[in-house]
């Protein structure tokens, strides 16, 4: 069973930054897929960044202000997000595809304030 469990979240002034970590039960190394999803309140689930084929990739919303990266030897997938707006905040959650099938860790709140 693939677990991943996110975590960093919290309150934070705009302008401010936060690192939030998921930790993966599986070898990431292993994984053709990682990625960082957000959900802002009211909306629809939207991609962020993620690693393909161990090449990051970042949506336009956050390119320049977050950065994805990994500790391979912990298994785990780390977002550092800059420069944050209150847009940003929302839940903040990991995904892994592996064998045709996606999984989701429970998430952590990110609460930017104005």
């Known amino acids: 069973q693939v677990q991943l469990v996110e975590s960093g979240g919290g309150l934070v002034q705009a302008g401010g930054s936060l690192r939030l970590s998921c930790s993966v039960s599986?070898?990431?190394?292993?994984?053709?897929?990682i990625a960082w999803f957000h959900r802002a309140p009211g909306k629809e689930r939207q991609w962020l960044a993620s690693?393909?084929?161990?090449?990051?990739n970042y949506s336009d919303s956050v390119k320049g202000r977050f950065t994805i990266s990994r500790d391979t030897a912990e298994n785990a997938v780390f977002l550092q997000m800059d420069s944050l707006k209150t847009d940003d905040t929302g839940l903040y959650s990991c995904?892994?595809?592996?064998?045709?099938?996606?999984?989701w860790g429970q998430g952590t709140q990110v609460t930017v304030s104005s």
């Open positions: 599986v070898d990431i190394t292993s994984v053709a897929h």
């Open positions: 995904n892994v595809y592996i064998n045709g099938q996606d999984y």
């Open positions: 690693y393909y084929d161990d090449h990051p």
